[in-house]
């Protein structure tokens, strides 16, 4: 980064002479000003491009007047820029009443000195943004180097083609060796077609390999269904490894006050799929062959909130149908000593007056690690974290039990924090987060809270705390939606993830420093929470 400084000064007159040329002419001297007597030249025009208009539920940006001092935070010096002709730049000039051009072209600039440029990349020969800052009376300068992808040459070349396995092959697949429990440590298998579906699979399983793509592996649980497996997620077996063929026994129940155990011993693990409907839970093991036994339909204990459970084989699969008494409010799979245990989880007594009173919810201050920075340098952690604060004290007062994922500004294992939820039996995760954007989208229209959710039964929650985050936070409602994230993924309980606002928006990053701000997103979140459980209480009439 090449940083200079221009100041406006005073220019130093000279002597100028003009002669009239001609017959009789006459020759009058041209008044001389000395240094001391020099007209100042004007100050240069300070052209100031307006500033988009914040919602009026954001709290008003206090001014800075401070010295000018250009500072990027994105893109990094250097950074590659991954997007075809437009993208962002944002950061800080020092002082709120400054012009800014980028690339000669006018860039707002809000009263804490922030900005936030959409502009054409520069040219993939010259990587530059030239960026100048203005007051009038002060003037500074950066030149602020990236690089630019080049465009291709000739014909692009086809992405990777699935190499079919010569031979039969066969891969064990590897969990985190972070994790202890196999309740805890899952493969994630993608399907090759893309989309948001994933089956989460056991370290250890062993699944027959048809192919490979890059270091990906392309297995197959039987022979209905493909998936897709990382490299680093997977090891291949020698030739001619000798495979256990998958065998279930008959089932066996056990009941308590919260949940009710199903057991399914078998004679290795399996790959299997959890299919969600509204108060219906199938699993799918896969290449598996049932007992003969207990094909029919068995009623469980009238205290159990299952109504009845059926399995039945289809094709290459065990399918196990649990019909619910209600709406699914938590499940968990776990593997133990030869036996595949699928607990499914009873929804908590709630009272519709105080529908959060006595319950555990997981608070999740999102990040560190990582974590997006806005113009100004708020670190996303930091403010996740007062947020955070602020709903523990909330739940608090209404008799919540709150179990916070981390109090500090040491980092957390991403995957842990749905783990401690777990084993804490929360009755709801919340993971709190600010957004950012991807290179390439223009973030003068991207803009709102939206909420996060990847299972069927955490649906209504994330839909619920949407609701009441928007009419809390004013800003545009981008809705509830399914996405696989690390923080969405639990099952033994309702779990989302909310990104209240844009970080990187200069006025939102600035609204997030404010007690006030974030008070608001709070109350947010936990109106959301209340609202869900008094009409899950609904359901328990």
Known sequence: MITTRLYSGFFIGAALILSACGPGAATAP??????????????????????????????????????????????DTGQLIQSKDS???????????????????LTPVWPNGSFMGWLPNPPADNPVYEIIATTGADTARVTHRVKIAAPPVGPVAPPDTIIPMTGERYAQLIGPATYQSDTDRVVTGYAPAGGVERWFLLPNTVLKVVGTKGTDAYVMPD??????????????????????????????MKNSPEWTDFVIPLTARPAYLVAESASTLRVILYGTRASRRQQGPVKPATSSYVTSVTAVTVGPQVQYTFALKGPIYGY?????????????????VIAQASPLMGLTIAVDPGHPPIGATGPTGLWEPVPTLDVGFKVRELLQAKGVNVLMTRTTADPVDLNLRGTMARRGNANALVSIHLNALPDGINPFRAQGTETYHYHLHSGPLAESVQKTAVANLGL??????????????????????????????????????????????????????????????????
Do not use: H
Not at 87 to 105: D, M, Q
Not at 233 to 248: A, H, I
Not at 335 to 340: D, F, N, P, T, V
């Open 30 to 75: 041209i008044p001389v000003l000395s240094p001391a007597t020099a007209a100042p030249a004007p100050p240069p025009v300070v052209e100031k491009a307006p500033v988009p208009e914040s919602s009026p539920a954001l709290p008003p940006i206090p001014l800075e007047t401070g010295p000018l001092a250009i500072k990027v935070v994105y893109p």
């Open 87 to 105: 993208n962002f730049i944002f950061g800080s000039v020092g002082n709120g009443e400054a012009g800014l051009t980028i690339n000669g072209i």
């Open 223 to 252: 022979s209905t269904q493909t998936l897709r497996i990382e490299k680093a997620e997977y090891k291949l077996l020698d030739s001619g490894t000798k495979v256990t063929s998958l065998r279930s026994s008959a089932f066996t």
């Open 332 to 348: 968990q799979p776990i593997w133990e000593e030869g036996k595949l245990t699928f607990r499914i989880r009873k929804p908590p």
């Open 476 to 541: 545009p409602d981008n809705g509830a939606k399914r996405r696989n994230l690390a923080l969405a993924r639990p099952t033994w309980m309702p779990a989302i993830l909310v990104e209240g606002a844009f970080i990187m928006m200069p006025d939102q990053e600035a609204a997030m420093r404010t007690p006030e701000y974030q008070e608001k997103y709070a109350k947010g979140i936990v109106d959301g929470l209340e609202n869900y459980f008094r009409a899950l209480a609904a359901t328990q009439r």
